[in-house]
């Protein structure tokens, strides 16, 4: 995975690829600051999926947003967020459907009475 911004030094061994899920309702910061001669900052917006790489000794420090302040609220090991990898032939393997069509089609199912109206907006 290539980063543009801020990549991990090259001298650095034990590289992995991590995800961090931000599962809560407010924004947060993500941060690592123990990697000499490295700094990784990021927002982490409610729901979303932070997918970075670091070496496996870094550590993620997770700072919580209020109105005009931000609190450490937790310290991850990057070695427990690392994400594994599977070979690409498995991940071919009996794929769903994922066309536009079928994905409609399955998530809503109305009685044949209803009636659904479409209005174009200008």
């Known amino acids: 995975m290539a980063q543009v911004f801020d990549p991990v030094p090259s001298d650095g061994e034990g590289k992995i690829t991590c995800c961090y899920v931000n599962a809560t309702s407010k924004m947060q910061i993500a941060r690592i600051t123990n990697i000499p001669n490295w700094y990784f900052e990021r927002v982490v917006f409610p729901?979303?999926?932070?997918?970075?790489?670091?070496?496996?000794?870094?550590q993620l420090e997770i700072h919580t947003?209020?109105?005009a302040s931000s609190i450490l609220s937790d310290t991850i090991s990057c070695s427990r967020l690392r994400l594994q990898e599977t070979?690409?032939?498995?991940?071919?393997?009996?794929?769903?459907?994922s066309s536009?069509?079928?994905?409609?089609?399955?998530?809503?199912?109305l009685p044949a009475d209803d009636t659904i109206l479409l209005r174009a907006i200008d």
């Not at 070979?87 to 459907?97: F, I, L, N, R, V």
């Not at 536009?100 to 199912?109: G, K």
């Open 47 to 58: 729901g979303q999926h932070l997918v970075f790489e670091a070496m496996s000794s870094a």
């Open 65 to 67: 947003g209020m109105m």
């Open 87 to 97: 070979p690409a032939s498995a991940a071919t393997k009996e794929a769903p459907d």
């Open 100 to 109: 536009p069509a079928s994905l409609y089609s399955e998530a809503v199912t």
